[in-house]
Nanobody
Framework: QVQLVESGGGLVQAGGSLRLSCAAS????????MGWFRQAPGKEREFVAV????????YYADSVKGRFTISRDNAKNTVYLQMNSLKPEDTAVYYC??????????????????WGQGTQVTVSS
């Protein structure tokens, strides 16, 4: 079993930056594909970014490409989401998620096995 705990959310003005962290328990973290998702009020949970187990492959939603960067530190069992040039439409609860399927880099929320509790990001205009 893996437990994921997000942190780093908050209130920021448009154009600002935040860095989210997701700390994982368990010795098998380094073998998991890790993703970030977000959910705004009244909307479905949507894919933001994903990173392979080694960190060598990343993939982003078009809406965040060029502004967000996903990274991981397997020695610290932590995955990060650096968010720059934030926009009001980025306001949402952000979740990290882990996919046990080795080698898969997937964007569908249903593909992921473990989820954190979420952290709120609010971007004011």
């Amino acid at each position: 079993q893996v437990q994921l705990v997000e942190s780093g959310g908050g209130l920021v003005q448009a154009g600002g930056s935040l860095r989210l962290s997701c700390a994982a328990s368990g010795r098998t973290f380094s073998s998991y594909v890790m993703g970030w998702f977000r959910q705004a009020p009244g909307k479905e949970r949507e894919f933001v970014a994903v990173i392979s187990w080694s960190g060598g492959s990343t993939y982003y939603a078009d809406s965040v490409k060029g502004r967000f960067t996903i990274s991981r530190d397997n020695a610290k069992n932590t995955v990060y989401l650096q968010m720059n040039s934030l926009k009001p439409e980025d306001t949402a609860v952000y979740y990290c998620a882990g996919d046990r399927t080795y080698g898969a880099v997937r964007t569908a929320p249903g593909s992921y096995d473990y989820w954190g509790q979420g952290t709120q990001v609010t971007v004011s205009s």
